[in-house]
């Protein structure tokens, strides 16, 4: 069995982001790791993994992205994966979620017949969660997504997905392209062993040419979506005290979390 994680570099979430001056997310000038959301998606291949013990299986994390991006995979590689394929290209750079799934979608056809395409419910910096209905689509596999348990026997996926009012019960056969959420299980640390045995992992990279992408179909100039401004974040202002000398105190509290819609 062949599985497939896409695997995201994004900026620390913690640290100060900055924009180019073309709006799109500074990737390069910033500290960044492996999207913690995805996280949860490499944790769930490497169960499904180590459930179906005596079956070759292999685990394959996949990003896209810039040349840090290669830190994604070695933490995919020292949490248990096998083998990592980074793909690189100044051309990349601005790509909206359409691109992004065209070069993930063709890096998994590169990589060859998979049964399992997993990925993470979003990404922690852009948050827009359509990627694994774009990587269906694109490969013409069904999805199941939004998991928060996930089981399998011989071909069959089944999920668990909770919604506001119900948690459904979905199956599917593989192959296909399955999401999983936060719920889905703590992802785990890697060890000192894992770390160690990672520098030996095989580690591909690749570019647009290799996957037969042309330059124009990728980049901020072929994006859908644009970021048309940004703002920094204001600073915070001092807290507002309310005080209670004269038994008004409750009153002033309701009052003022009723001018903000609180209540």
């Known amino acids: 069995m062949n599985i497939v994680v896409c695997v995201k570099y994004v900026p620390d979430a913690t640290a100060d982001r900055q924009f180019e001056s073309d709006n799109t997310v500074d990737r390069v000038g910033v500290d960044g790791l492996l999207s913690e959301l995805d996280e949860y998606a490499v944790e769930q291949a490497l169960?499904?993994?180590e459930k179906r013990d005596g079956e070759?299986?292999?685990?394959?994390?996949?990003?896209?992205g810039p040349e840090k991006g290669v830190?994604?995979?070695?933490?995919?590689?020292?949490?248990?994966?096998?083998?990592g394929v980074h793909v690189v290209d100044d051309a990349i750079a601005g790509s909206d979620a359409i691109a992004t799934s065209l070069v993930l979608a063709k890096a998994i056809e590169k990589i060859g017949p998979v049964d399992l395409v997993v990925t993470g419910m979003a990404s922690t910096d852009a948050a827009m969660s359509v990627v694994p209905a774009m990587l269906s689509e694109r490969l013409g596999l069904p999805q199941v997504t939004?998991?928060?348990v996930v089981e399998t026997q011989g071909n069959q996926v089944r999920i668990k997905r909770d919604g506001d009012s119900a948690t459904e019960v979905i199956g599917g056969t593989m192959p296909l392209v399955l999401s999983v959420t936060d719920q889905s299980g703590e992802a785990r640390y890697p060890s000192f062993k894992g770390i160690m045995a990672a520098k030996k992992?095989?580690?591909?990279?690749?570019?647009l040419s290799d996957l037969g992408v042309d330059a124009g179909q990728v980049g901020l100039a072929a994006a859908w979506t644009a970021v048309e401004e940004t703002a920094a974040r204001p600073p915070r202002t001092a807290g507002?005290?309310?005080?209670?000398?004269d038994g008004s105190g409750a009153t002033a509290l309701v009052e003022f979390l009723a001018s903000k819609k609180f209540i």
């Open 47 to 49: 169960q499904i993994k």
């Open 56 to 64: 070759e299986i292999t685990v394959t994390a996949l990003c896209v």
């Open 71 to 83: 830190d994604a995979v070695r933490k995919a590689l020292q949490m248990g994966a096998d083998k």
């Open 146 to 148: 939004q998991a928060s």
């Open 201 to 207: 992992k095989p580690l591909e990279t690749l570019s």
């Open 240 to 245: 507002e005290i309310v005080k209670d000398e």
